[in-house]
């Protein structure tokens, strides 16, 4: 989860509010040098399985007869806007992985390289990667659900910055051993992936967290504390979920069976 925050001076914002006018000028503004903007994407793929109860990484589990992390790709690929896709693993998984994607018969739009100790230094990492890359979108594979009019509808989106996040629908209270207050759940939004950034400033936002030695677990977070420029909040999608716990791998083969009925 994470708060919606309000403009402030100097500092970064996530917002459903106002167009980011300034943000929005400068990516029409890279776009009359040439047709359009450079778009990298990160997808990491560095769990190894072991909350999913699985001897390997959860990111080869099996939907529909399929990997999640192929699910992923394949709807990247369906994308001609996105230049360059950069998947994240660990060094022991790094050879399976790039063959797993030959298998699947990807381009050289397709690249793998070892991710790091952290979900942090492995976007850190992907950045490095991108150096072509004026905009960046990072996903996970771990939510394979995604759907190629998402990933279109971020690029789309005017925002350099946007990320998709849903409502929160129940209660939340802060606390450890006793209740200490309620949280206004109208100001509140479930974080979901894919997100984008401007290289650029992600990049420096990396660097400035990494320098004050803070870690975070997704970027919307690092980005807000870091840079200082508005992120742009979507409508999220309940069915685009993170497959984490065995709970989940039946949920999503629950969501799976659904959209194959209906012919999505």
């Given at each position: 989860m994470i708060s919606r925050a309000t403009v402030e001076r100097g500092r970064a914002v996530l917002s459903w509010g106002q167009p980011t006018a300034p943000w929005a000028r400068l990516t029409a503004a890279r776009?009359?040098?040439?047709?359009?903007?450079?778009?990298g994407m990160i997808v990491l793929a560095g769990g190894i399985g072991k909350r999913i109860g699985?001897?390997?990484p959860k990111q080869f589990l099996l939907l529909g007869g399929k990997p999640?992390?192929?699910?992923?790709?394949?709807?990247?690929?369906?994308?001609?806007?996105i230049d360059h896709v950069v998947?994240?693993?660990?060094?022991?998984?790094?050879?399976?992985?790039?063959?797993?994607?030959?298998?699947?018969?990807?381009?050289?739009?397709?690249?793998?390289?070892?991710?790091?100790?952290?979900?942090?230094?492995?976007?850190?990492?992907?950045?490095?990667?991108l150096q072509d890359a004026e905009s960046v979108i990072i996903h996970e594979a771990v939510r394979p659900l995604v759907t190629a009019d998402e990933f279109?509808?971020?690029?789309?989106?005017?925002?350099?910055?946007?990320?998709?996040?849903?409502a929160i629908p129940f209660t939340v209270l802060k606390g450890r051993d006793f209740v200490e207050e309620l949280l206004e759940r109208d100001e509140l939004v479930n974080v979901q992936?894919?997100?984008?950034?401007?290289?650029?400033?992600?990049?420096?936002?990396?660097?400035?967290?990494?320098?004050?030695?803070?870690?975070?677990?997704?970027?919307?977070?690092?980005?807000?504390e870091y840079a200082g420029a508005p992120v742009r909040i979507l409508p999220g999608s309940e069915r685009n979920i993170k497959i984490t716990v065995p709970t989940d791998v039946v949920t999503a083969e629950a969501i799976y069976a659904d959209v194959i009925g209906r012919g999505g």
């Open positions: 776009r009359t040098r040439r047709d359009r903007v450079n778009i699985r001897p390997f999640l992390i192929i699910h992923v790709l394949e709807k990247a690929r369906s994308i001609s806007d998947i994240t693993c660990p060094e022991a998984h790094l050879d399976e992985t790039r063959q797993l994607i030959d298998n699947h018969g990807f381009d050289d739009r397709f690249s793998c390289i070892v991710g790091g100790s952290s979900r942090q230094e492995s976007v850190y990492l992907g950045l490095g990667a279109r509808t971020l690029i789309a989106a005017p925002d350099p910055n946007a990320m998709f996040g849903i992936l894919p997100q984008k950034f401007d290289r650029a400033l992600l990049l420096a936002a990396h660097e400035a967290a990494r320098a004050a030695g803070t870690n975070f677990t997704e970027d919307a977070s690092l980005f807000h």
